[in-house]
Structures are given as C-alpha cells and as structure tokens.
C-alpha cells in the first residue's frame, strides 16, 4: 500500500467518524457465519471505495474481528487483506472490469494453495449499503452501481446516519483451488460470482423498487381476471362496466400499503427509542437463515403468532435492524382508523375484510393484489390465526390467506414461495388483562384513537421482547411431496381450485403452527408462572421456586423440545430475581424466609404467559402425572397411556412429534426424570421419589387443567353417546366454566370454546366417533375411565353433580 493511499486513509477517519454511523449485520459474524478466526481472513468489496474499506475497518474493529488494512502474512509474504471485483467509476464513468490488482491477488493466493496443503484463506464477502431506499420502478438504474467520488460525498452527507456493514458466509479458497484449478479464469469467474451475490444483497436490504400507486391500480384493473368478474357483475346486476371498474378501484384503495421508504428509515429510530423504553432487551434467533433465504431469491411469507398489536411493529422493526426488507403486512380493517390506519400503510400495512363471503369482486381484486406483491417479490406477513390469542395458546389457523397464497404461485409464479414460521413472546402484553375480560363475556372493544392513548399512556419496562425464527417451508417442495401434479393446474388468468388444495392447505397451516412452536422462547415470567399455578395455593417458598425452576431448565437443556426453541442462560436464582423485580407477584417475608405468591388477578393473567410455553412440558408433565396418580408403574404401561392421550394434545398443542417417533421420546424424558431423581427405577417399575415428591408433583399438575376438560367432554359422550357435535362442545364448556368457579381454576380456555372444537374434531379422527359423530361405545368408554382415573375426587364429583343436576332440569321439563 502507498504513502499516499495511507495518507487518504488516515485523513478519511475524522470525518467519517463523525458523519457515519455503521449497523453490522449480522452482530456476532463468528458464530453466525461460522468463522474461524484461527485462519487467515480476507475482505472481498464490490467496489474500488477508500471510503467502504475505512467504513469496514470500523465494523471489523467493532466486530472483534481482523483490520482489513493490516496486511496478510502468509510465511514470508505480506498481502493485503481486501480485495475489490470492480473499479470504482471516474466521473465519465467506468466499465466495472476487475481490477488488476485483485486479479494478480486472487491467482497468487490460488497459486498458495497449491503449494500448501494445509492453507485455507476464508474469503468474506462486504458489503457497506448507504442508506437502504429501493427506488421507484420507473427508475431504471441498477440495483447495485458504483458511485463516483462526488455521488459517495453526497451519498455520506444524507445517509451516513444508515449505512449498514454486511458480511456474508465466507467462501473457501481451500475448496476453490481444490475444485476450479487456480487458473485466471477461475479468478475472473470468482469475481462474477461475487458481483451477483452483491446485486442479490443489496436486492434483500433493500427490496424490489415500489410501484407508482395509481399505476399499480390500472395495472391490476387491466387484468385478465378482474376485467372478466367487472364484466360479469355489471351484466348480473344490469349496471354500467364503469361503475364496477370504480368499485373495483375503491377496494384496491382500501386494500392497498403505499408504502414509505421514509417512513420505515424515521420510524426505526422512533421504534428503537420505544423498545429501549419498553424493553430491557430483543432477544432475536435464527435471523442468519431469512437473509440467506431472502439473498437467494425466495418470495418469504412470514407467518407469525399473534399475541399483541404490538407484534406488527416489533415484528418489522427487527427484520429492518437484522438487514431485511420490513414485510407488507395483513392486517385487519379495523385497524384502518385514524391516524393509525395511514401511518399502518406507509409503513407497509395492507388491509383486509374479515370475510369475503358473498363478494366475488372484493376476493378477486384482493386475490389480484396478493399475487401482485408476490409477483414483484415484495415479502408479505400475515396472521394465520386470524387475530390474536385470547388464552395465550396458539390458535388452529385460518386457512384463507395460506390458501391464496397457494393460488398465487398456481398463476406461474417464478420464484420459489417460503413461509417463516416466526414466535414472538413478552414477559409482558399489554392486552392481557383485556384478553381474561372477553374470554368472560365482555364485549371486544372497538380499536380506536382513544384505545392508543390509554396504552400509551401504561408504558413501562415490560421485561424482555423475544423473536425467534422457526425452521423454513418451502412451499415447492411440500407442494411437490403432496401434490406432485400441481405444475398441471396452473393458469396464468383464472386461479384454480383444484382437488388436492383443501387437504393440502390443510395439513400444511398445521405444520405451520407447529413450527412456530418449536421456535416457543422460554423465559423468567413464563417459566415462575407455570411453577407457582401448578402450586395448589398459587404460592412456594422463594427457595421451592428456584427448585422447581431448576427442574425446568433441566428438562429443557437436557431434553430439547426442538433445535428452534431457546432456554434463559441465566440460572433459576437469576431468573426468579428478574421475574420479581417485574412487579407481578406478591413477596412476603416470615421467619422462615420468602413467599412468593399470586393474588387471584394476577392468577388469571399469569394463565397467559403460561400457556404460551405450556406446550414444551405437556409430555414430561403427563409422565409425572401419570406416575404420581398410580405410583408404580411399568415402563410398558406408561407408553400405552400415553400414547393414547398424545394425539389430542398433539392436536391441541401443536407438539412437533410423530407417532413412530414418540416412544423413544418418553424413553428419553424418563431417563432425565430418574436422572433429576424424581422418578425412581429398579429396572422394571418406574415410580415416584418420595424425596422428591414436591417438584414432581409441581410438574404433574402443568396438564391436569387439560385432562380435566377431556374427562368433562368424555363423560358427557359416555352418558349420551348420541350427542349432536355442538351440543357436546357447548355442553362441555359450559361444565368447564362450573368446574373453573368451583374449584378456583383459572384458566383461560375453560372460557374458550375452541379447545371442545379441537377435542371433538381429534375424537372423529381417532376413531371415538363415527361419521355421524355418535359415539363408538367401547372406545370412549376406555377412554372416559382413563382420564377418570387422572382428575382428584373432587373434580370427579363436581363433573358428576353438575350432569346429576342437568338431567334432573330436563327431566323436569
């Protein structure tokens, strides 16, 4: 390197210093990307730019990672440790040819390889995007483009405030001498490689260009499929074409984002000062695996869970910070009000009505739309549950959106479609003590001006924020695994419904939710909110939580419900000190130390936080169950009542495991469980530690809320096996809410209709009832004595009291 170029250098620093503020993406490169710090590391750029290789040494320093101005050793020779694929344009512009420099670079490294086995210089990609604006369409400058000397000026002076450093997956030179040869035509094609994956990066920061509103309406408006329904609701309703056109371009206006590139980059600073006031922390997982999705040309549908309003800006606001593109958003009508509903728009939000039955025009200008975004390769977000949870459980999903989206790529789309399973959890949710209140009988709420001001005016620390990204599905593939025929429906015009797309749609929403399961992030109010409601009196000793928390972290770390879901790395005496200091529980002191409690408010709201992990302990908690209700028992035995309770949970929950895998899966919970000594082996009878016998009967009582609903609908069926479907749900809950008043139970989905649906659907499919849903005798007989054996003698009373007094009402009448 010259004088003069260090010189530069060094003059550059102060103000870059002050005029740039760099976000690196992704913000731990070593475990993210896989590098190994041990081997030589060098930096390849885009462009020839002493400004980006200043910008970069920064973020590397930051980063804990080699200076890219320090020179490479390698025995006796020095080598720069940055490489450009492209000169940097003169004013009269450039060819964007591969410098010679880096060319000489890359054969004389190839040429090292050959000489020495044992070297493997990693080769990592940056890039350093200034400010992240897609352009409009009717722009046709490339995506990526070099900038001359004055445009970087300006470039800096407006969007040094967000420049974002990214550093992709290194690539091996090892593996390229020992696969390409070391010739410079595998220079020259290493140097085409790289410019593409840069074109792509930039493509996935900052996303397609945005559409001219008005040009985007006639657009769809000319097409095939909305020209031929105007056609037909103008001729069926003998109106003139032009009113139907208008009508038609009104819904797009309420449908459509028109979204804001200024709006997303202003709201991020105001969003990041809203979190760092709200939240002590985002926890955020797994978001190496979207970029690279979203580098490799996959039109991504986020599919997250849905527990707060919160969710739609938490979800963009780290999407934005992990270098992506914020997604256009699904989002109810009602929340088209002012000023929410503009500010929602700009900053991606379309809208939807929550039905479409009955309007043919509506659901084909909307289909129409949907396709449109997936077309140009905007990502779209929606909430398959429909709304959000009430119980804190995820919710069976609502299958119109997915079935769409289905649709759309049965038009032609080129691109392979891939849904993100996405969990989002809080150690708080604002609308949690309005969640307990509807599930009880009072009126939802209108969303309203009003409503915002009063949230906004609770705000508060609220503990941790978690976003966890679940294990990808690629749509092409599932598709060609259950529907290899579906490349013969497609139709550029009309979307089809073929044979195969209910089932499909179907068994695919619950692979979804389950995979947003498996992502569930524990965490200190979840994990003290299951302990002190598994406690009879809502209350343990501070020392018994630690315990029982203990036991928890155990399960999880050493029996991981799945590769996506997260533990607290803190241990159970932090996590109960944190979750003290959240103000939700009541600490009192006696001589003998702390109590930890629950008022009976605080009780129902818990409820909430619990549930949304309850799913990782269903099984351990029905092992313990069992064996503390029968004491002693095989291991055969276990399995067998078990795996005849699993598939409702399975159903309920969403539990990720398949029949054939889930003996070995008790096997293994067993073995931790003897291993904790709560379980007791002697080689053929698997029982209870008598030691132990407050943690583990803490664990049994996770699932006994649960077994209490299935033994109130199995006696039911019992007792009248001809019992019409709704009858038996509406029946069931309503026991359920008598059960809840009586015995002080607190659980949400006692108020909750949807868990008798699910039960009763899980009943059909496991064979307890025939086609017209009666009862088949002998099966739910076995199964009513079994779940009768799980519920205490009070519960079993109470279900049989409330039925005695039923029949006496109508028999009366």
């Given at each position: ?7 530069y250098?060094k003059t ?7 005029l740039v503020k ?8 070593v475990?993210?990307?896989?590098l190994?710090l ?10 020839r730019s ?13 980063l ?6 320090a ?10 440790r940055f490489v ?9 512009g450039?060819?964007?040819e ?12 190839l040429?090292l390889h050959?000489?020495d ?8 990609p940056?890039?350093?995007?200034w400010g992240?604006?897609p352009?409009k369409e009717t ?10 000397g004055?445009?970087k ?9 967000d420049?974002m450093?990214r ?6 030179l ?5 696969h390409h040869?070391i010739d ?12 593409i994956?840069?074109?792509?990066q930039?493509?996935?920061a900052s996303g397609?260009?945005?559409p001219?509103?008005?040009?985007l309406f ?5 097409s095939?499929a ?7 609701e103008?001729?069926?309703r003998d ?7 208008k ?5 797009m206006?309420?449908?459509?984002a028109?979204?804001?590139y ?11 000062w ?9 926890n955020?997982?797994n978001?190496q695996?979207?970029?690279q ?10 599919v997250p869970?849905?527990?707060?309003h919160?969710?739609y ?7 934005y910070?992990?270098?992506m593109v914020p997604p256009?958003i ?7 009000f002012?000023?929410?509903?503009p500010?929602?728009?700009r ?5 939807i009505?929550?039905?479409?039955k ?9 289909r ?16 398959s549950?429909g709304?959000?949870s009430r119980t804190?459980?995820?919710l069976?999903?609502?299958t119109g ?8 790529m049965?038009?032609g789309l080129?691109?392979p ?8 959890g809080?150690?708080?949710?604002m609308?949690v003590?309005?969640?307990?209140k509807?599930?009880?009988?009072k009126?939802k709420e209108k969303?309203?001006?009003?409503q915002v001001l009063r ?12 976003v966890n ?6 749509i ?10 579906w490349?013969?429906d497609?139709?550029p015009?009309?979307?089809?419904r073929?044979?195969?797309?209910n ?18 992030a524990?965490?200190?109010l ?9 406690s ?6 501070r ?5 029982q ?9 050493n029996t ?15 996590l109960?000190?944190?979750a003290i200091?959240?103000?939700?529980f009541?600490?009192e002191?006696?001589?003998l130390?702390?109590?930890?409690s629950?008022?009976r408010q ?18 351990p908690s029905?092992i313990a169950?069992?064996?503390v ?6 291991v ?6 078990v ?9 309920e929950?969403?539990l990720?495991?398949?029949k ?7 096997d293994?919970l ?12 002697d080689?053929v ?5 008598n030691?132990?016998i407050g943690?583990?009967q803490?664990?049994?009582r996770?699932?006994s ?5 299935y033994a ?8 009248e ?8 749900e509406q029946?069931?809950q309503?026991?359920?809410q ?12 006692f108020?909750?209709?949807?868990v008798?649906?699910?039960l009763?659907k899980?009943?059909?499919?496991e064979?307890y009832?025939?086609?017209e849903c009666?009862?088949v005798?002998?099966?739910?007989e076995e ?6 054996s799980?519920v205490?003698p009070e519960?079993k009373l109470?279900?049989h009291?409330?039925?005695s007094?039923e029949e ?6």
């Amino acid at each position: 390197m010259s004088s003069w170029q260090k010189f530069y250098q060094k003059t550059l620093n102060l103000p870059l210093s002050l005029l740039v503020k760099t976000h690196s993406i992704p913000s731990n490169p070593v475990e993210d990307l896989a590098l190994d710090l041990a081997r030589p590391i060098i930096y390849i750029l885009p462009f020839r730019s002493t400004t980006d290789l200043v910008t970069l040494r920064r973020s590397t320093k930051e980063l804990g990672l080699p200076d890219p101005l320090a020179p490479l050793e390698i025995g006796d020779r020095t080598f720069n440790r940055f490489v450009f694929v492209a000169d940097a344009p003169s004013i009269f512009g450039s060819d964007g040819e591969l410098p010679p420099s880096s060319l000489t670079l890359f054969t004389e490294l190839l040429e090292l390889h050959k000489q020495d086995a044992e070297l493997d210089i990693q080769l990592i990609p940056a890039s350093i995007l200034w400010g992240r604006k897609p352009g409009k369409e009717t722009n046709h400058k490339p995506v990526l483009r070099a900038l001359n000397g004055p445009e970087k000026m300006f470039t800096v002076l407006a969007h040094g405030r967000d420049c974002m450093v990214r550093l992709s997956s290194p690539v091996s030179l090892r593996y390229m001498a020992d696969h390409h040869g070391i010739d410079n035509a595998i220079a020259h094609k290493l140097a085409r490689v790289a410019k593409i994956h840069f074109s792509r990066q930039q493509l996935a920061a900052s996303g397609p260009k945005l559409p001219d509103r008005q040009l985007l309406f006639k657009r769809l408006l000319a097409s095939k499929a909305i020209e031929k329904v105007v056609e037909e609701e103008a001729l069926s309703r003998d109106v003139p074409i032009e009113k139907v056109r208008k009508e038609a371009v009104d819904m797009m206006e309420e449908i459509a984002a028109n979204f804001s590139y200024s709006l997303i980059r202003h709201g991020e600073r105001i969003l990041g000062w809203f979190w760092n006031r709200l939240y002590q922390g985002l926890n955020i997982h797994n978001a190496q695996r979207v970029r690279q999705l979203a580098q490799d040309g996959h039109e991504i549908v986020y599919v997250p869970c849905h527990r707060s309003h919160m969710d739609y800006l938490l979800l963009s606001y780290v999407l934005y910070k992990e270098g992506m593109v914020p997604p256009h958003i699904a989002a109810g009508i009602n929340l088209n009000f002012f000023p929410a509903g503009p500010i929602f728009r700009r900053g991606g939000g379309f809208f939807i009505r929550r039905s479409f039955k009955g309007n043919r025009l509506y659901s084909t200008v909307f289909r129409e739309y949907l396709a449109e975004l997936f077309a140009k390769g905007y990502s779209v977000e929606y909430f398959s549950e429909g709304g959000r949870s009430r119980t804190g459980r995820l919710l069976p999903a609502k299958t119109g959106m997915l079935s769409m989206t289905i649709q759309a790529m049965l038009r032609g789309l080129n691109r392979p479609v891939t849904l993100v399973p996405v969990y989002i959890g809080y150690e708080h949710v604002m609308e949690v003590s309005t969640y307990a209140k509807e599930l009880q009988g009072k009126r939802k709420e209108k969303e309203n001006v009003g409503q915002v001001l009063r949230t906004l005016r609770k705000l508060r620390n609220f503990g941790q924020g978690y976003v966890n990204f679940g294990e990808p599905i690629p749509i092409n593939q599932y598709l060609n695994d259950h529907a290899p025929d579906w490349h013969k429906d497609i139709d550029p015009i009309e979307p089809q419904r073929p044979h195969w797309l209910n089932p499909v749609v179907n068994s695919l929403a619950v692979k979804m939710m389950t995979h947003i399961n498996d992502a569930a992030a524990t965490n200190a109010l979840t994990l003290c909110g299951l302990a002190l409601l598994s406690s009879r009196q809502r209350a343990l000793s501070r020392e018994e939580l630690e315990q029982q928390l203990a036991c928890y972290l155990e399960l999880l770390r050493n029996t991981p419900y799945s590769e996506q879901s997260t533990v607290p790395s803190e241990d159970a005496a932090e996590l109960v000190a944190h979750a003290i200091e959240m103000d939700k529980f009541l600490v009192e002191r006696d001589a003998l130390g702390e109590i930890v409690s629950l008022d009976r408010q605080q009780s129902i709201l818990m409820t909430y936080y619990r549930n949304n992990i309850i799913h990782l302990f269903a099984l351990p908690s029905l092992i313990a169950h069992i064996v503390v209700q029968y004491q002693t028992l095989t291991v055969d035995e276990i399995h067998e009542q078990v795996e005849k309770l699993y598939p409702f949970l399975k159903a309920e929950l969403f539990l990720r495991y398949e029949k054939e895998e889930l003996g070995a899966v008790i096997d293994e919970l067993i073995a931790e469980l003897v291993r904790q000594r709560l379980l007791l082996n002697d080689g053929v009878h698997i029982s209870m530690n008598n030691a132990r016998i407050g943690p583990l009967q803490l664990l049994a009582r996770t699932i006994s809320e649960t077994l209490q609903r299935y033994a109130i609908a199995l006696t039911l069926l019992r007792a009248e096996p001809q019992m019409m479907k709704s009858d038996l749900e509406q029946q069931s809950q309503m026991m359920a809410q008598r059960l809840s008043r009586l015995h002080g139970i607190n659980a949400p989905e006692f108020f909750d209709k949807g868990v008798f649906a699910t039960l009763v659907k899980t009943l059909r499919e496991e064979g307890y009832l025939n086609e017209e849903c009666h009862a088949v005798s002998r099966p739910v007989e076995e199964l009513a004595d079994q779940l009768a054996s799980m519920v205490s003698p009070e519960v079993k009373l109470t279900i049989h009291a409330v039925m005695s007094r039923e029949e006496r009402e109508i028999t009366t009448d």
